[in-house]
């Protein structure tokens, strides 16, 4: 008897069908178990305080807990690498945020290749940093600071998380854009940077907006500018740098990635769960000075594509050497 060959078309199609057969098969059965966000930074910062947010929402609709596991370091380096190695079965998310667009070009040899090793889910929510000052500094708006720093070149400093955080390049933004020579000053992460201006070390800084709000509630620090493109509702009477420094931005955005290859049908339940939840919190967080953004996963690449080619120009225009 002869043996029937089956044309490799056929072959491929019944191999395609059979992979989409599993795949739905799987995705039928998901979650069966707590599904994890990887935060790769300490706990209590606006990265960990937003994915505890979501966290609990998208819980509630999956009908499984959802952990926080916070894996601080290297700049987000020690959590999105064990992201991008764990298996690409819905069961570990990334929380994302403004580092991840800037580590491409400013860290080398990172253990992992962000586009091979990870897909980007949704992009959530972002928020302007705030310019805020030293109280004891006589400065009312970032016009002041400017022509504060033109009549003390070289001589006032500012505070930030690290070289290259995202606030570093937003004090060295300003710096190029208004024509001023500051002084940065290196801190190891956002809350040592804001101790030290709150402690007279530095004149100002821009810090992120969930933990620097509180501080200027209190009075410890004052507020000069934001760094949206527009003025917040939380903060009506703050002008924006941009009114000063046409073209001036500075916000930080949070989103979510996955690793490479989750199931689409997955990827579609979580990104359709996760823009539920936003929604559910949209109020609480506008309180609190950010704004949901949600969308699809191809939403986010082309924001995230954005946001790559946007800070690797202004890390070679700076001058910053990867590290």
């Known amino acids: 008897m002869r043996n029937i060959q089956l044309p490799r078309t056929l072959l491929y199609l019944a191999s395609v069908v059979a992979f989409l057969a599993s795949n739905a098969v799987l995705a039928q059965g998901y979650p069966d178990r707590p599904v994890r966000i990887i935060v790769p930074f300490s706990a209590g910062g606006p990265n960990d305080i937003l994915a505890r947010a979501v ?29 991008a190695h764990s298996p690409a079965d819905g069961y570990t998310l ?22 091979k ?28 600071l400017i022509a504060l720093a033109k009549s003390h070149p ?32 290196a801190y190891k992460g956002g809350a040592p940077a ?15 907006f969930l933990p620097t709000i ?12 934001t ?39 997955i990827v579609v339940r979580l990104n359709r769960e996760i823009n539920t939840a936003l929604n559910d919190l949209r ?10 953004i949600g969308g699809t996963p191809a939403d986010f690449q082309k924001f995230f594509d954005s946001e790559v080619a946007k800070w690797a120009g202004v890390i070679k225009s700076l001058g910053i050497k990867p590290n």
């Open 55 to 83: 966290g609990m929402k998208l819980g509630e609709r999956l009908g499984q807990q959802v952990i926080v596991d916070n894996r601080p370091g290297g700049g987000t380096v020690i959590g999105t690498d064990i992201a």
């Open 94 to 115: 990334l929380m994302a945020s403004t580092s991840h667009s800037v580590n491409p070009t400013l860290k080398k040899n990172l253990p992992y290749d962000q586009k």
């Open 117 to 144: 090793d990870l897909d980007l889910l949704i992009l959530m929510a972002d928020a302007p940093n705030l310019a805020v000052v030293h109280p004891s500094l006589p400065v009312k708006s970032i016009k002041d």
């Open 154 to 185: 070289g001589e006032i400093a500012y505070s930030s998380g690290g070289v290259g955080a995202s606030t570093h390049l937003a004090g060295a933004s300003l710096s190029s854009m208004a024509g001023i020579k500051m002084i940065h000053v």
């Open 194 to 208: 804001t101790r030290g201006l709150i402690g007279g070390e530095v004149a100002w800084m821009f810090g992120t």
């Open 214 to 225: 509180p501080h200027v509630r209190a009075g410890r620090l004052r507020v000069i500018a």
């Open 227 to 265: 760094g949206g493109t527009k003025r917040t509702p939380v903060l009506p009477k703050v002008a924006a740098v941009a009114e000063t420094v046409p073209g001036f931005k500075s916000v930080g955005w949070w989103g979510m990635m996955l690793p490479k290859g989750v199931p689409q049908p």
């Open 283 to 292: 109020e609480q967080f506008l309180r609190d000075g950010t704004e949901v």
